[in-house]
């Protein structure tokens, strides 16, 4: 027992100084394009593997520019990535070979290192040295072992084979065995290399003096510093057993396919042993420590091998199992069974995007590389041959690149205005049978671009406008699209520059930048012009900006705004006109003419004539619309030599405008019967000033006693003395006069100490109407008068006269 403690004492030593030393072994190999590592496993994260970019001779700029990346086959674990900045490859994950790799003697793990723009592929093998982490272990903690007391000398019993996880010289290298008087131990060899021990017999054995004996058996490996695990050894002597079970075969082979279900049989095991009795029964069990118990079981009686967990070829394609035959007294022997997993196609082909231009400009010439595809099919042979197609309908294609990876181009013209956005589905198949196939969909956006100028909604606008509009009026209204987006599609109006009537346009016309709302500046005048046009300009917020034109009219509608103008006769001043009607004229003769004109056009000056007033009424009557005087009958001797006919011109507006002129007609064969020709003008003058003044005189007496009687009442009331007297004073203006009479004082205020006479003429110079004012002491002083100008007068008979002639 003392011999066991120690033994274990000093491995736990060993396992602790072993564990204190690291060796990290690198080799670079470079052949024919690809990198070749040599590491160690267990490397720290971190470590740097080797410098990619001065191991391929890359730019160490253009890393980063052309996205360097590491990517694995199978889209598996990244163990290792790229510093962009110093080119070098670092490991990213733990890296454990038995986990990896188990027994095999070669341990690769096979990256890639992916470039963009142009794509190039490397391929990376990363071998992994096995380093001695992992100690020699027997399947059980203690063997027991019953052995005859008849065994001779140079027997030799099987003892249970130690595994290490490690391979080579890490492995299990040899056995050793506690000092003892009857056992001493051999070390064999089997295939691959493997190392088991015999417990030679080399004393006989006494049951009757020893029946019992515990012994320590080491399993040691041959890695720096060195591992190694114990088993303890219980023996029993027993009576003689000398036949050992003995399998049918050495190695037993059988196939498999994966996704096989629960409970399928493998193959079946079967041994003999020639002992009869218990010595004679076999019992069946695997004789390794690995997690292939965990997939398949062995019946102990019968020695059928079931599937009991999943079968994935993906995962591990073949398996190699120990198994033992043991008699009821513990003799055994062992056997291998190889199992070969057959792949089905079990996995659909997977999609991965790698890369992708997104949005993709609308202008991109066709073969443009917008994206990166990568497919990948996790079975093997022809149900990893992988078919890739795109869509039908878009302007896009898959062109193979580099293994798996496609490079998805443009193939024409992309229009933002006609597709702004593509789901490209990619469809991936693979050649099994039947065959699988998976699908990814991308989107892809088209940016746009200022292709297109904005387009006005008509090819010209018209607008019609009443003339004498308002400034700010709303004309029209011009309107146009511009397919592009955002500011490449928001539009903007402007008037061209350009001259009206010698004027720039901007002082007739204004638009609305953001609506294209055209208003008026000013008021239009028809008879000035009748209609203009004018550029409007529509221009988008695009780098660089286009712009489009269109032609605007202006018509501008006549308003009746013009009163008819008489060129004939003309109007009246310093001299007459007047017609010679002779005395022997018959009805229906042509006298005169009145000729006018009217600025509007069209129906607003569309003018008619007519009489409105004349002294004989039905004597002369004159055309409608041809404007002829003419006489109705025949002149007779009663008839007045001095004829006044007043005639109205009217146009057809809407309102009707008109105007007056005065005729005047003398029936005569000669001009020396008429003896003063201006007294005539000045008779018809005359007659109406002096019916005007005889209006206003009534109006000033009436107005005059009004205010009498206030007065009184005033002062009757308060029984006091009346101050306040009505100024009567009228003042005429000169213009309403004749020439030979000056007008009156018109300084509108009367004062006690004058009396005032103002003298009217009728027309003849020897008739007078004389209005006499007299004033007494009570008069008002001259800040305290009513005061009356004579404009106000005036324009009394100003309107007296217009209803006269109206």
Known sequence: MCLLLLATAMGYITFKLHCCVLFVFLSIIIVNGDITYSIQEEMKRGSIIGNIAKDLGLELGGLSSRKARVDTEDNSVNYCSINIKTGDLIIEERIDREALCEKKPSCVIKQEVVLENPLQLYRINIQIQDINDNSPQFKEESLKLEIQESALKGASFLLDEAHDADIGDNAVK???????????????????????GELILDKELDRELKKEMVLLLSAFDGGSPQRSGTVILYITVLDANDNVPVFSQTVYKASLRENSPMDTVVLKVSATDADDGVNGEVTYGFDHVSDENQIFSLNPTTGDVTVVGAIDY?????????????????????????????????????????????????????????????????????????????????PFKLVPSIKNYYSLVTTGHLDRELVSDYNITITATDEGSPPLSSSKTVQL????????????????????????????????????????????????????????????????????????????????????????????MARDNGSPPLSSNVTVSVFIADMNDNFPQTLYPTPEGSSFMTELV???????????????????????????????????PGLFSIGLHSGEIRTQRDISESDSMKQNLIVAVKDNGQPSLSATRSMYLLISDNLAEVPELKEISYDEKNSKLTSYLIIALVSVSTFFLTFIIIILGVRFCRRRKPR????????????????????????????STYNYDAYLTTGSRTSDFKFVSSYNDNTLPADQTLKKSASDFAESFEELEACTEV
């Open 582 to 616: 002779p005395k022997a004229a018959h009805g229906g003769s042509l006298v005169s003419k009145v000729i006018a004109v009217d600025a509007d056009s069209g129906q607003n000056a569309w003018l008619s004539y007519h009489i409105v007033k004349s002294t004989d």
């Open 174 to 196: 040899g056995y050793s065995l506690q000092k003892n008087d009857y056992f001493i131990l051999n070390v064999k060899s089997k295939g691959f290399g493997r190392k088991y």
């Open 314 to 394: 993906e995962k591990k394609s073949s398996y190699e199992i120990e198994i033992s035959a043991k008699d009821g007294l513990g003799l055994a022997s062992y056997a291998t069974l190889l199992i070969e997993i057959k792949d089905i196609n079990d996995n659909a082909p997977v999609i991965f995007l790698k890369s992708l231009s997104n949005p993709v400009p609308e202008d991109v010439s066709a073969g443009t590389e917008v994206g990166i595809i990568n497919v990948q099919d996790r079975d093997s042979e022809n149900n990893r041959q992988v078919r890739c197609s795109i869509q039908q309908n878009v």
């Open 724 to 751: 306040l007297l009505f100024d009567g004073a009228v003042a005429i203006p000169s213009a309403y006069l004749p020439p030979n009479y000056a007008d009156v004082d018109g300084t509108g205020t009367l004062r």
């Open 445 to 536: 956006s088209v940016a746009d671009i200022n292709d297109n100028p904005p387009v006005f909604e008509e090819q010209s606008y018209s607008a019609y406008v009443a003339e004498n509009n308002k400034p700010g009026s709303t004309l029209c209204s011009v309107s146009a699209r511009d397919p592009d987006w955002r500011q490449n599609g928001t539009v903007i109006y402007s008037l061209l520059p350009g001259e009206v009537n010698g004027s720039p346009v901007s002082s007739y016309l204004s638009v609305n930048g953001d609506k294209g709302v055209i208003q008026a500046v000013r008021s239009f005048d028809y008879e000035q012009f009748r209609d203009f046009k004018v550029r409007v």
